[in-house]
């Protein structure tokens, strides 16, 4: 069952990838990984950024996820109610 999406964005954590990584990039944590593969292995930006990345893992034989913003504190939970709302639909129906 096809799904259309919405092209607004989910400001997770802003409408662009570039302005999401800046604001997230207190929040990164330092030393894990080398910033090619930090942006290979996670998603920033509209919904519909997000929404690709995961399903590149679904395609791959993923089945669980771990999605947490990377924002400030006092944005922590409109994120995580936006990817409720927004996100996690888009596997549930399958």
């Known amino acids: 069952m096809a799904t259309q999406r919405r092209s607004e964005p989910l400001r997770l954590v802003a409408d662009t990838e570039d302005a999401a990584l800046a604001m997230a990039q207190p929040y ?3 030393g894990r990984v080398d910033e090619a593969t930090m942006r290979q292995c ?14 590149e893992y679904v395609k791959a034989g993923a089945s669980k996820f771990i999605l947490r913003p990377l924002c400030p504190p006092d944005r922590m939970l409109d994120q995580l109610a936006r990817m409720a ?5 888009e596997y549930h129906r399958r």
């Open 42 to 55: 996670t998603a920033f930006g509209p919904v519909d950024r997000l929404l690709d990345r995961v399903e």
């Open 85 to 89: 709302e927004r996100v996690c639909p």
């Open 28 to 30: 990164i944590p330092r």
